[in-house]
């Protein structure tokens, strides 16, 4: 965990291996960047759990690297980034989020949302929703996500079928349940999920468009598993100890 105030040479040192990140850029904390949670984010968590779980070990600079890295970076932007100025993964002007044909996001209104509210939303009746993204904020749907996979949530590339302009890929998302998730007890089993995306990128590299295609059943197939917990009155030390949990893991990122 790292601050941007009193910089010792421990935290310079951290400083430079966050900014060495493997698989994500624009982790160096350029200056007037602000932060989600006063700094960049360390993922040395999820980063084992993705290197012990992916199915794919791509060749260092191949396309499918590339565009599974650039999409890391987008996410981990989206994730810990306050301003859409502040992003270097994106085109500002031009960037859409679709998702399963829904009407396109902006840059800003998906940084409103947060990725899980924004993947999330759904045109289901209200009461055959698994999921209530209009009921959640950003800060509140990561914390039942970092909840539920208190390992992370891990993300792979497993094809690419055509290279940019515009490119079309399939994705693998998955996780151990080992938490609770919105009253459901964990499992300790994996969870996962495949999908489609095709991403229209500018001659920088930026994203400019981005769709994802995906089935979110898969998804709450494993988290609704578990036995839903009866509901009981929280003591005051109960709702502090919960807190301080939280508080802690605002800065471990999930992907």
Request: hydrophobic residues 35%; contains cysteine; charged residues 25%.
């Amino acid at each position: 965990m790292m601050s941007n105030t009193g910089k010792s040479m421990e935290d310079e040192n951290k400083r430079v291996e966050v900014a060495r990140d493997k698989y994500r850029s624009f982790l160096d904390d350029a200056a007037g960047t602000e932060w989600r949670h006063g700094g960049p984010p360390v993922y040395d968590q999820i980063n084992l759990l993705f290197e012990h779980g992916r199915t794919k070990d791509w060749p260092k600079g191949s396309l499918e690297e590339t565009v599974q890295n650039a999409i890391k970076s987008w996410e981990m932007e989206l994730s810990h980034k306050t301003r859409i100025q502040d992003f270097k993964s994106v085109n500002p002007d031009k960037f859409r989020l679709i998702v399963n044909g829904r009407e396109g996001l902006s840059g800003e209104e998906t940084l409103r949302l947060g990725s899980y509210n924004a993947l999330l939303k759904s045109p289901l009746p209200e009461g055959l929703q698994y999921y209530k993204a209009e009921e959640e904020s950003f800060q509140s749907s990561h914390d039942a996500f970092r909840s539920a996979f208190p390992r992370g949530f891990a993300w792979e590339v497993v094809g690419v079928y055509s290279g940019p302009p515009m490119i079309a890929y399939k994705f693998r998302h998955w996780g151990f349940f080992e938490g609770p998730f919105k009253g459901h007890a964990p499992t300790g089993e994996m969870v996962q999920f495949y999908g489609m995306g095709l991403l229209k990128v500018d001659e920088l590299l930026r994203a400019e468009d981005v769709e994802i295609y995906y089935d979110p059943a898969d998804l709450f197939a494993g988290l609704l598993r578990g036995p839903k917990d009866p509901p009981f009155p929280e003591s005051s030390s109960d709702k502090s100890a919960a807190s301080a949990t939280i508080t802690s893991i605002k800065r471990c990122p999930l992907h």
